[in-house]
């Protein structure tokens, strides 16, 4: 019983020493995934990708939100020309 409370604690890693171990290692992991050719032009691809994929998103996004802004400015004149008609034909 002794033996297993001494051996259970020196086993489990706590602490901060896993985090600081991960956050010093992870540039490394970056920098040789990096340099590993064919993950390399996956990235860059992927990169690619994304980019004209949020062209495309903004741009329908920007496109409708211009339509609605249109059609809302359009309908206000048409509500002032309409009141003023109301009082032409009073």
Do not use: H, Q
């Not at 020493?17 to 540039?27: E, G, I, N, T």
């Amino acid at each position: 019983m002794g033996l297993a409370v001494v051996v259970l604690p020196l086993t489990k890693l706590g602490g901060a020493a896993p985090l600081l171990m991960v956050s010093l290692l992870w540039p490394f992991a970056v920098k040789f995934g990096f340099s590993y050719g064919p993950l390399r032009e996956i990235c860059w691809d992927m990169a690619d990708a994304l980019r004209v994929l949020m062209f495309r998103v903004r741009r329908v996004a920007l496109d409708g939100w211009r339509r609605a802004m249109r059609l809302g400015y359009e309908r206000r004149a048409d509500e002032e020309n309409l009141l003023a008609l109301s009082m032409l034909a009073l």
